[in-house]
């Protein structure tokens, strides 16, 4: 993944870093990559396909024993298997994990998601969706101080990347266990935009 300098993002990035509202700080940043792998992140991409095929493989083997077994036990298996993005039996969900999870490793240099599944990323069915959250998030806090940000916002990320063209994921973080920036339960909103994946992909968070 290779970093890509976004002039139409530069400003948003200076403004949203530690902006400061009364007793609230702003951490927020939008960044471009290329999807185009090389050097380590081809062997990452190597490993994770050849991790995913083992794993599908053996759930299918699990899947085959059920098959002999009461229904209601096939049902929790097909159950296990509904993830959010897809199954990893699909050579395209594969992809698309490997190239999400290549995004986040490259935006967060000092974290490893390598062990992240797909049910931790949520398809956005509609654009709209997300821009309302993302307005709402930073509408009061940002607004008040800086009237029309929003606006500029949204014609630079349209400069940018062109949104309409895009598939969002949302980062589901795991509460649990994972040590991650956005494990800590502070309020975090992180969004995953890709204009056809092999070419480039963007991303975006906030926090406070």
């Known amino acids: 993944m290779k970093y890509l300098e976004e002039k139409t993002l530069s400003w948003a990035n200076a403004a949203l870093n530690e902006?400061?509202?009364?007793?609230r700080v702003i951490?927020?940043?939008?960044?471009?990559?290329?999807?185009?792998?090389?050097?380590?992140?081809?062997?990452?991409?190597?490993?994770?396909?050849?991790?995913?095929q083992s794993t599908s493989n053996s759930n299918?083997?699990?899947?085959?024993?059920?098959?002999?077994?009461?229904?209601?036990?096939?049902?929790?298996?097909?159950?296990?298997?509904n993830v959010s993005i897809g199954n990893l039996a699909?050579?395209?969900?594969?992809?698309?994990?490997?190239?999400?999870?290549?995004?986040?490793?490259?935006?967060?240099?000092?974290?490893d998601f390598s062990?992240?599944?797909?049910?931790?990323?949520?398809k956005e069915v509609d654009m709209r969706t997300v821009v309302n959250a993302i307005n709402t998030q930073l509408a009061e806090i940002v607004e008040m101080d800086n009237v029309g940000f929003l606006e500029k916002l949204w014609e630079s990320i349209v400069a940018a990347i062109a949104p309409t063209d895009c598939e969002v994921y949302t980062y589901i973080p795991d509460m649990d266990g994972c040590s991650?920036?956005?494990?800590?339960?502070t309020f975090t909103t992180s969004y995953f935009r890709g204009v056809d994946f092999e070419t480039a992909a963007g991303a975006a968070d906030f926090g406070r």
């Open 180 to 185: 991650d920036p956005f494990s800590d339960g």
């Open 27 to 52: 951490n927020g940043r939008l960044e471009c990559f290329s999807c185009k792998k090389a050097g380590q992140d081809k062997k990452l991409a190597k490993s994770l396909e050849l991790l995913y």
């Open 90 to 111: 699909d050579s395209n969900t594969r992809k698309l994990l490997i190239n999400l999870i290549s995004t986040m490793n490259a935006s967060f240099p000092d974290y």
């Open 19 to 23: 902006f400061c509202v009364g007793d």
């Open 115 to 122: 062990d992240l599944k797909p049910e931790q990323f949520h």
């Open 60 to 81: 299918d083997v699990v899947e085959q024993q059920q098959n002999s077994t009461p229904s209601s036990n096939c049902a929790s298996v097909a159950a296990s298997n």
